[in-house]
């Protein structure tokens, strides 16, 4: 399993070494079209299928969609031709002409591939039918449903959603049918991928079926509780296999991808109550504000950060640990006390060296700044203003921190991402509110205090 999804990385690769064409301004990527396969929605997660309206032709992602109905799929550089491999089915594209070999037979394609952002699109009506599958196209729903007949047929597929810790199990529930006329045997493989590419695979289970019966399995990963796991958003796959995928015989029937499915979390904390093996009440000078442990309150379910009357005194906790490549995020309400800022970033002293920085003005307009520090300098910052105000109610503030780069989200939209220009070096998490000396440091006349619901990475 885990060679079957780095070989779709290096397909990807070796596609956009072909080159790319113009494209016609009839050709428009469009993300409202579904496609449906045996009644299971397709997710593209980055080239998008599009409709050419001249020619009443819709357009996919050839790996996506040969993958998906089973096929293996390799560039054979030195012959330029795209091989796709099927039970019983051969079939050659050249990204240069209409002309198809299926099964060493000549064909002509409605149309020759088109290469747009690195990918290689095709027709999706002829690839599917070479693939045997019935293709139907819905105007009014703006919908394609691909329909492939397999001899094992999922009646049913639970999936999981939302968030997981270690020691937690990550189930797939599937309710089957044998569809065939005779007794067979199946293997399910099922496997994750984390933010940095790792994936994680359980042995394919087999299923033995008599002609016609039904039968439910469950597929199951329990979340590695080790230092290693990385926080963030999982992918699942699940394939169907004729034989175990180790044969190198075995034929994939069918796969399924489910992008960012599932969030994993090595830590959440709910602050229910003060957990001082996690996290370290800060005290010092930072701007206006001398920190004070005092003003740090758990209460509730909620984390208070008190900004005391009359003063600029501020608050600020850090992780006990170091840590590094994952997703961290928090939900909380600001105060209305636009003289101080409140923070949630990643820092490791000296200054100014390693910091991942979302900064909030403790404000009704909604100003946010994003900044990277590496190698003594500010090297990335961006100002934005969200389109809430963050006093009104409780929002989630998060950033994604991976060797690749450091994306930013709010309420789990992207808003900013950064591929350079980023420490490496373990830092500590922290979150503070407190009154910059390039404010007017105007004092509260009021108590004030950031409410936080929970802090999770």
């Known amino acids: 399993m885990k060679i079957f999804i780095r070989l779709l990385s290096l397909y990807i690769f070796l596609f956009t070494l072909i080159g790319c064409s113009p494209m016609s301004s009839a050709n428009v990527s469009s993300p409202d079209i579904k496609v449906f396969v045996n009644d299971e929605l397709m997710v593209f997660t980055q080239q998008q299928p599009y409709f050419d ?25 030195k012959a330029r031709l795209i091989k796709i491999q ?22 002509v394609a409605d149309a020759q591939p088109i290469f747009m952002n690195g990918y290689t699109m095709v027709p999706l009506r002829f690839v599917s039918e070479a693939l045997d599958a019935r293709v139907e196209w819905d105007e009014k729903s703006r919908s394609i449903s691909i329909y492939k007949s397999l001899p094992l047929k999922i009646l049913s597929l639970r999936k999981p959603h939302g968030g997981f810790m270690p020691g937690d199990s990550v189930n797939i529930g599937l309710y089957l049918l044998n569809a065939s ?14 933010p940095a590419g790792t994936i994680y695979d359980i042995e394919p289970k087999t299923l033995a079926l008599k002609a016609g019966e039904k039968q439910e399995i469950n597929l199951s990963w329990e979340v590695p509780n080790n ?4 926080s963030g958003s999982y992918d699942i796959y699940l394939v169907i296999w004729d034989k175990h995928p180790s044969d190198k015989t075995a034929q994939r029937l069918l796969s399924y991808e489910y992008p960012a499915q599932i969030r994993i979390f090595r830590y959440v904390d709910n602050f229910n109550s003060w957990n001082s093996s996690i996290w370290v009440k800060e005290t010092g000078k930072l701007g206006l504000s001398q920190l004070d442990p005092d003003n740090i309150i758990v209460e509730n379910g909620l984390l208070f950060l008190e900004m ?9 906790i850090s992780s006990r640990t170091a840590l590094r490549y994952g997703s961290y995020e928090v939900n909380m309400k600001l105060p209305d006390l636009p003289s101080a800022i409140t923070g949630f970033f990643l820092y490791k002293a000296p200054d100014l060296y390693n910091e991942i920085d979302i900064e909030l003005y403790n404000s009704h307009d909604g100003k946010i700044m994003f900044t990277l520090y590496s190698g003594g300098r500010k090297s990335r910052a961006i100002q934005q203003i969200l389109p809430f105000d963050p006093t ?19 309420d789990d939209i992207l808003l900013q991402e950064w591929t350079d220009g980023f420490s490496t070096r373990p830092m500590n998490l922290m979150l503070n509110s407190w009154f910059p000396d390039w404010l007017d440091g105007k004092h509260p006349s009021a108590d004030q205090y950031v409410q936080v619901d929970w802090i999770r990475y």
């Open 53 to 77: 309206y001249q020619n009443n032709r819709s357009y996919v992602p050839l790996r996506t969609i040969a993958e998906t109905l089973g096929a293996g799929i390799s560039w054979d550089q």
């Open 86 to 107: 099927q039970a019983g089915k051969s079939i050659e594209i050249s990204p240069d002409s209409s002309r198809v070999m299926i099964n060493h037979k000549a064909q």
């Open 181 to 194: 006329n005779s007794a067979s045997q199946f293997w399910l493989g099922y496997s994750l991928k984390n």
């Open 227 to 230: 230092k290693d796991l990385i």
């Open 308 to 316: 005391p009357a009359n003063t600029t005194a501020g608050a600020e």
């Open 392 to 410: 009104a109610d409780f929002h989630s503030y998060r950033f994604d921190y991976l060797a690749e780069g450091v994306s930013f989200y709010v």
